[in-house]
């Protein structure tokens, strides 16, 4: 079944590359990888949906919105690697997409439409956002600034790999402070306004405060693999 919402939003975002190619300038790699993107998210969207057997409720229409500005990261983000980019433009788009992270979570809880759907949507969209940014960056402080990014996939296909790591993690609320420190110092790096020094110990800040929380969840898995298993 199609599903309006998925549609609209590649169109937003196919809208918004077109503004970014006639406005900062977008190359063929930039414009295949935010079209990728959309994509993917389009068809993934409509088959997470016609599972769920429901549309797109307000919070998830602020988490779409969310996910086409995105999309244009994304596309900056792998232009500035054939040619520079406007670090303004890029780091604007992303605290927009980071604002809009808190707007969803209230629009659910105040109209009483939580799902699983909408969480999982929020997550994947949160934890792109941080790969992407992670890309942009790796281009000026190295390639071990996409450990920061790319730290949830790793644990991701550790869980295809180890049946234990499958497991429903206990609410942390610590994860929630480590995901929010990721972001800020991911914006802060690729905004440029900051001396590579101070940015530099961010990062790698960033870094040991990810290794800490995903590897009290791999210990709390492993502690707990044989009654889960």
């Known amino acids: 079944m199609v599903r309006i919402g998925p549609a609209i939003g590649l169109i937003f975002l196919m809208a918004l590359l077109t503004t970014l190619a006639f406005t900062v300038g977008l190359g063929f790699a930039g414009w295949l990888a935010g079209t990728a993107y959309g994509l993917v998210v389009a068809a993934t969207l409509t088959v997470a949906l016609n599972r769920a057997g429901h549309d797109l409720g307000p919070a998830n229409v602020v988490t779409l919105v969310r996910a086409t500005l995105v999309g244009a990261v994304t596309a900056l983000a792998v232009e500035s690697y054939r040619q520079p980019v406007p670090a303004a433009v890029l780091t604007g788009i992303t605290i927009a997409a ?132």
């Not at 808190?102 to 969209?125: H, K, N, S």
């Not at 992407?132 to 295809?160: D, T």
């Not at 990062?203 to 990810?210: D, E, N, R, S």
Request: hydrophobic share 60%; no cysteine; proline share 5%.
């Open 98 to 229: 980071l604002a809009l992270d808190w707007v969803d979570g209230q629009v659910a809880r105040r109209t009483g439409t939580v799902t699983a759907l909408g969480a999982r949507f929020d997550m994947e969209v949160d934890s792109f956002l941080l790969l992407v940014l992670g890309v942009y960056v790796a281009h000026s402080y190295g390639p071990w600034v996409l450990l920061v990014g790319a730290m949830r996939y790793l644990f991701v296909a550790a869980m295809w790999l180890l049946p234990w790591m499958r497991a429903t993690l206990p609410p942390r609320y610590w994860r929630k402070v480590v995901a929010a420190t990721q972001g800020i110092v991911l914006v802060a790096a690729a905004s440029g306004v900051l001396p590579r020094p101070v940015v530099l110990v961010g990062l790698v800040g960033a870094l040991v405060l990810l290794v800490e929380s995903f590897g009290r969840d791999v210990l709390w898995l492993w502690r707990h693999r044989t009654a889960l298993m």
